[in-house]
């Protein structure tokens, strides 16, 4: 068979059905029991007292013939008295056999609730003296009609005819009668018993009801508690379980937790969605924290790309400024270098022709002097005013002297020449190709360019510069750039030179083809060198040690600059502070394009 399984709302509602099913039904029992009982007691109570109306009137009859009868003897003299006497008699004998009747009638009804006189005591009672009445007024009839037969006129008649009805009061039949009236007493009373008994049951009937309404609604309060007690354990111990798990996944943040499920109704559905509900919260934790990390990630991501981008920026601005520097330093390099090829250019003509004639002057020159020797020679004996001018001029040392001056005015147009030569090599910053030149022409006509700077000076000694020079195959670069990285290099060592006041300042310029590929030129000075924090930092743009207005910080990071990006090649700083500073150019010999 197959199990009914119920809802807790269903349960609820049948269990109070119940209940209160029991309370009216015990009500309307207890109400229908005791009106059933009231009227069967009403109805009794009628009965009886029905009954006892016939027995007393019957018992009246009986008293009222009785008396009639013995009232007879007295008025025996008055005749008309007598006879009025007599007729009552009469009528209470029809009355008697009217009532006898009647309650025999009575008698034969069948009822449902008789009691113990209606059944038996008047029936015996109704036995015992069936003929009585009648025999008792057959018995008086004879007597009346002897009585009838004498003359009551006479005493001695009336005297018997008193005799005769007294005899009838005292005979046995007449005690026999008068024990009808005797029974009927107690008959009566014990029907008043009864009667009172029937009443009491009517009363006892309605408290009868009353405890069976107050024992049913007893009984369904006790069912109605029962059941509220059930419903409250079967509600309340899965929902404080169910409690204490949501109390304890929240303050522990344990979403593992699960809830019993041991029904299959609300209840278990409830604890069955609450499970869900938990593993929901759990799987949108789970999935809230995968965001997160997926999130950070980006954020990460974003944040490192933006270091990337703030890198480039920074970079791209550095190369910016790198660039300006650049710009401004090859602007000054570029209108220094116009200046020295205008200069160059303006003194190498009128060089040129001194030079150039300078040779006739000196052809001129010897041919004037070995002429006047000659003439000397041959005319010794000159005239005293030639002679005192001779004397005045101081020919004679002009005559060596002359000569010599002549050669070192040469030297010296050599020397301007040179000078121009190294001016002119100097300005080719206007070259923006790649040209082969002779790298230690860049570095003689540089240091031409910075030779004020090595002269001794007030406060130092002259720099010497030591070339070491060895044997370099032309190179392939942007002649003027590299002049402006040697330039800026050989300034550093002199500034630094300068700032250490070392009694023997000295600068050496060593070049070497390191391989077939690539050359090499090492410059260093014997100066301060470069602590090693800040080695690091010196190609940096601005970054300088020196005074205001005296340094810019853009020499080096140009120089790197040029070396590395236009040329390809390497620019490196050694130092060991204290010794002084060596900085090696590394390019190659040709370029890649
Ligand atoms: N030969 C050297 N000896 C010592 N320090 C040097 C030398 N060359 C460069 N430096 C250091 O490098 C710094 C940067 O040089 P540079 O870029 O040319 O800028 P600036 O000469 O204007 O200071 C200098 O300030 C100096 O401190
Ligand atoms: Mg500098």
Redesign the pocket.
Known sequence: MRKIRLGVGQRISLGYAIALGIAVSGTVAGFRIGHTYHQLADEREAFIRDEVELLHRLQTGILQARTHQQQLIPLMENRKEYQHEYAHLLHHKREIEHFSRELKTFIAKESNFLGEVHSREIPKFLQTYNNVPSLYFQELDRRMQQIQSLNLALPKDIEQAQKILLEFTNSQLALKYDGISDDLVSIIEDCYKEANKAEELSEESSSIAQKFVIGSILLSVTISIFLAILTSRAIAHPIQTLTSVARRSTQESNFELQVPIERDDEIGILAQSFNQLIASVKQLLHQEQVTNEQLEQKVEQRTEELKEKNLHLQNVLEELQRTQLQIVQSEKMSALGQMVAGVAHEINNPVNFIHGNLTHVQEYTQNLLDFVQLYQQYCPEAIPEILDEAEAIDLEFMQQDLPKMLDSMKVGTNRIRQIVLSLRNFSRTDEAEFKTVDIHEGIDSTLLILQHRLKQQAERSAISVIKDYGNLPWVECYPGQLNQVLM??L???I??LEESKIPNPQINIRTDKIDSNWVQIAIA?N????PEA?QKQ?FHPF????AVG????????ISYEIVTQKHGGRLE?L?TPGK??E?MIQIPIIQNR
Not at 527 to 530: D, F, L
Not at 550 to 557: C, L, V
Request: glycine letters at 20%.
């Open positions: 800026n290099i300034a550093n060592a500034d630094a000075d100066g301060p060198g470069i800040i010196i970054f300088t040690t020196k005296k340094g810019t910080g853009i020499g080096m990071s700083c130092s002084g500073a900085f």
